[in-house]
């Protein structure tokens, strides 16, 4: 490794070596503070990859750090620094070890921003544990909470299983190809080549433990459990920068997989119709916000899968597009979650939301909003995202599969409307929850902005998504 | 010769592995999940790859199996845990039947025209296993090696923080 190498990769360092130090000052100085120290760790890690002009296209032929990769740097680090700011208040009311948790947390979008970049299936591997290991600590993260610790331990196991199906997938096709690397290793699988039933086998294994990681529809049973049981916003990391990373990553692993997609096609198909078809059929009956939001997370997996299928510059567009709604979208549910949670308790049953919105008018019109825009309801962002998705499948030839989606956003406004009702339509009955503190009502504002600025007027950001597809 | 002990060694490790889930005491699963990383190693040795069957040894069978042990101890799990027999042993032998007929063809359709890597026996041979591993790990494959050892901290912090009582 040059120092050329070193220098292109310095937001991913600054990130580790921040958490570094925060950890070890950490354990001189007990602070929660530490939590605004890692916000502005994660700032300045945004900053030198927006900023710095990387001195070697590729690091290690491991990681990429062209727009795309800093593209991602900068939205993971974002992401990252708000739902620490989030945490702030949570972190205090629920006596989590400040300087521990932000290290935490700035290690899981050092691990997120490797996994975009990767241009190798080791890099891609590496990049996945390291969020994946974070985010099973960081799910038990309270422990007298029994149902954190099951949530925790359930996601611990099956992420185990999905890594292990993950290693072994990579190490066939590093058998058949005899490369780690992105374009070479998907090479000689195809029609003609002796070693293609290797490749496939690898790619089954690999696309299981894929599906488990973003919760694709016979893989997602992990998801209400641990959605319910984890910290308020732990999940909204979980759910927005977790999945959203591995879909960025997947977006160069398919543009490499060449005439091998053909063969991918009729299993991605399915697996995007079933994560549409089962996350909307459970999300129905859910009387649980955040359960609900597990499932319905489900069906947006299944739009994201849309878009991989379809392939090409406009449908990866659309899915980055996509992905980006998503993320400010849940994260800003979430946050409304975690500025009503208590000492005692998360509020997250439908019963404890009832009238809430006379009680508290701001944070329950954000919350409806938030879920009016994963609905897709025309001025706000998830609408055009939506609009996005299913036009490139019916352009890229999916007729099937945008039927699908249509009915399934169509079937979504029932369960997206369910806690909105509940919220302004039913008697004021419910205890007054926690006021919100100045950093909570800050990210839910900019989260706000975002999905209703996107919605108005999304060209900028098409227009840097262009830009930055390869 | 050596193919005779590739199918002796193979056919153990099939069978330990099968007993450790088949084993009614936890203990004795335990003790066949050695048996299987022991003949593990020897494979490896027989691949010309003395390095990794020393550490199968020391990590696996050593460090992992002695943690295993321990656990199953502190739990104080007693020898009847396990029913004799369940319906999902019914469906993982199906499946795994299966899993092995698809294994079987794919073997069979696949040519192995894969091109060779660098690294021949006979370099393994002039230079030793272990020097040729080092030399990968610290030069081409340096950075992943420091990632892996972000994995580590992130571990370590995590068994802390998860079993500390009061941080």
Redesign the interface.
Same mark, same amino acid.
């Given at each position: 490794?040059s120092a050329l190498e070193l220098q292109s990769?310095l937001p991913q360092i600054i990130l =580790?070596l921040g958490a570094?130090t925060v950890?070890m000052l950490g354990a001189w100085y007990?602070s929660r503070k530490w939590i605004l120290g890692g916000v502005v760790i994660a700032l300045f890690a945004a900053l030198s990859a927006g900023l710095m002009t990387p001195a070697v296209p590729e690091?290690?032929n491991?990681?990429s750090t062209g727009s795309y990769a800093r593209f991602f740097v900068v939205l993971w680090s974002l992401l990252g620094a708000l739902s620490l700011l989030l945490s702030l208040r949570y972190a205090e009311i629920h006596d989590l070890?400040g300087s521990?948790y932000c =290290?935490?947390i700035l290690?899981a979008i050092?691990g997120m921003s490797?996994l975009s970049a990767a241009t190798s299936l080791?890099?891609l591997f590496?990049?996945l544990?390291?969020f994946t290991?974070?985010f099973?600590?960081l799910i038990?993260?309270k422990?007298e909470d029994s149902r954190g610790a099951e949530a925790?331990l359930k996601y611990l196991v099956m992420g185990a299983v999905a890594t292990g199906f993950l290693a072994f997938g990579i190490s066939l096709i590093y058998? =058949?190809?005899?490369s780690f690397h992105l374009p070479e290793a998907f090479a000689?699988l195809e029609q003609a080549?002796?070693?293609?039933?290797?490749g496939?086998?690898g790619w089954a294994l690999m696309l299981v433990a894929i599906g488990f990681k973003v919760s694709l529809a016979p893989f997602h049973l992990w998801t209400p459990d641990v959605y319910q049981g984890a910290p308020a916003p732990v999940t909204g990391l979980l759910a927005t920068g977790s999945k959203g990373a591995v879909f960025a990553s997947l977006v160069p692993l398919f543009a490499a997989l060449g005439p091998l997609k053909a063969d991918l096609e009729q299993v991605l198909w399915l697996l995007a119709a079933l994560s549409l078809l089962a996350g909307t059929f459970a999300a129905l009956p859910q009387r649980n916000l955040k359960r609900m939001l597990a499932y319905s997370s489900v069906v947006h997996m299944g739009y994201l899968m849309i878009g991989l299928l379809v392939g090409g510059s406009e449908a990866h567009r659309a899915l980055l597009f996509y992905l980006i709604s998503y993320a400010f979208a849940t994260l800003a549910a979430f946050g409304v979650l975690t500025s009503f949670s208590r000492v005692d308790d998360e509020p997250q049953e439908y019963a404890d939301f009832r009238g809430l919105g006379y009680l508290h008018p701001r944070r329950s019109s954000l919350l409806a909003a938030c879920l009016l825009s994963l609905a897709g309801i025309p001025p706000l962002v998830g609408f055009f995202a939506k609009f996005g998705i299913i036009a490139a499948a019916l352009k890229g030839g999916y007729p099937g599969l945008a039927v699908i989606a249509v009915l399934a956003a169509l079937t979504s406004l029932y369960y997206y409307l369910a806690p909105i009702v509940v919220l302004f339509m039913q008697q004021r009955d419910a205890r007054q929850l926690r006021r919100g503190c100045r950093h909570e009502y800050f990210v839910l504002a900019l989260c706000f902005s975002a999905i209703l600025l996107l919605g108005v007027y999304p060209a900028p950001l098409l227009d840097l998504l262009t830009g930055i597809l390869p | 010769m050596l193919s005779i002990l590739f199918y002796l060694f193979a056919t153990v490790a099939i069978f330990s592995a099968f007993y450790v889930t088949k084993a009614r005491n936890p203990v004795n699963s335990a003790l066949c999940l050695v048996t299987t990383f022991i003949c593990f190693a020897v494979l490896y040795i027989t691949l010309d790859a003395p390095f990794m069957a020393a550490i199968q040894i020391i990590v696996y069978a050593g460090a992992i199996i002695v943690l295993i042990i321990f656990v199953i101890m502190l739990l104080n799990l007693g020898t009847a845990v396990k029913k004799r027999y369940t319906h999902a042993l019914a469906w993982g032998a199906a499946l795994s039947v299966i899993m092995l007929f698809?294994?079987n063809?794919?073997?069979r359709?696949?040519?192995?025209?894969?091109?060779l890597?660098d690294v021949t026996t006979q370099m393994i041979h002039s230079y030793g296993h272990t020097e040729l591993i080092g030399m990968a790990l610290f030069t081409?494959?340096?950075?992943?090696f420091e990632?892996?050892s972000?994995?580590l901290?992130?571990?370590i912090?995590?068994a802390i923080?998860?079993s500390k009582r009061q941080?």
């Open positions: 490794m990769l =580790a570094t950890l007990p690091v290690g491991l990681y070890p521990e =290290a935490l290690f050092c490797l080791i890099g590496l990049g544990e390291a290991l974070v099973y600590i038990a993260f422990r925790g058998a =058949a190809s005899g000689g080549g002796g070693m293609r039933p290797l496939l086998a | 698809i294994t063809t794919f073997i359709r696949g040519v192995p025209t894969g091109k890597g081409e494959f340096l950075l992943p990632i892996a972000i994995l901290l992130v571990a912090v995590g923080i998860l941080v």
